[in-house]
């Protein structure tokens, strides 16, 4: 389903902010050389997440899911002089290649990356993170979710990436729901109901939950 009609879509990427030539770079090869491109979070959601990023200028930012390095790099745009973003994935392959554009965008230093399962690493990195982003597999938003919120401070931001999944949480065939799909409407409505939160789902791309800790 396309949640934005392709003409408001190519009108929004038009009065957008343009992406840094590295970004530019990792966007096009990440098209010519991966599987799954659609994965990058690419031009809009990109600015966005940038944008945040500096609003709230962030000492930790924890990213769970950093397949080409697109989204670390936007995030890592706010953080302060000595701040620090920590991605995970369990993905090895890509970890050469991301170093190389974390380096040539200047944040080489300030960008640590973790590879393994991130339901193991996460409970070993202990900083105070002022934002979260969780951009991997879709079956462990929630144990992510509440693995994270205890230890963060309150006013710290969670962003969760592709929670309309395509429009399928609608479910609106009435077809049996895919595992994916129902742990996305699971965490949606875990989200809507903890008190401990509060939080906006904006309809950006395939749909990003901003959630505030209170
Ligand atoms: C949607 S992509 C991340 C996209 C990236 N955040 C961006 O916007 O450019 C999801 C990534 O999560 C990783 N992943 C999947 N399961 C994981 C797990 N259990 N632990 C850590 N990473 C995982 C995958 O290898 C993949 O690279």
């Keep these: 389903m396309e ?20 970004l530019q770079k990792i966007n096009r090869e990440t098209h010519l050389y991966e599987l799954m491109p659609r994965m990058l979070s690419g031009h809009v959601q990109g600015r966005f997440l940038s944008m945040i990023s500096k609003m709230i200028s962030p000492g930790y930012i924890l990213e769970i899911g950093t397949y080409t390095g697109y ?36 944040y080489g230093d300030q960008i640590i990356q ?42 710290a931001l969670i962003l969760a990436d592709n929670v309309l999944w395509s429009g399928k ?22 989200v809507q109901q903890d008190k401990r939160v509060e939080n906006v789902l904006v309809s950006i791309r395939d749909g990003l939950f901003l959630i505030r800790k209170l």
């Design 3 to 22: 949640i934005i009609n392709p003409d408001i879509e190519k009108y929004i990427d038009e009065h957008t902010t343009s992406e840094s030539p590295v």
């Design 71 to 106: 989204s670390a790099l936007c995030l890592a745009e706010g953080l302060t002089k000595k701040g620090q973003l920590h991605t995970i994935d369990i993905n090895e392959e890509l970890k050469e290649k991301n170093r190389r554009s974390f380096n040539d965008a200047g």
């Design 114 to 155: 973790h590879i393994g399962n991130a339901l193991e690493i996460i409970p070993k990195l202990d900083f105070p993170f002022d934002l979260v982003f969780i951009d991997a597999d879709k079956g462990n938003y929630l144990k992510y979710y509440q693995l994270v919120l205890e230890s963060l401070r309150p006013g």
């Design 169 to 190: 949480v609608l479910n609106e065939n009435g077809e049996k729901i895919d595992k994916d799909t129902q742990a996305i409407i699971d965490f949606n409505e875990y």
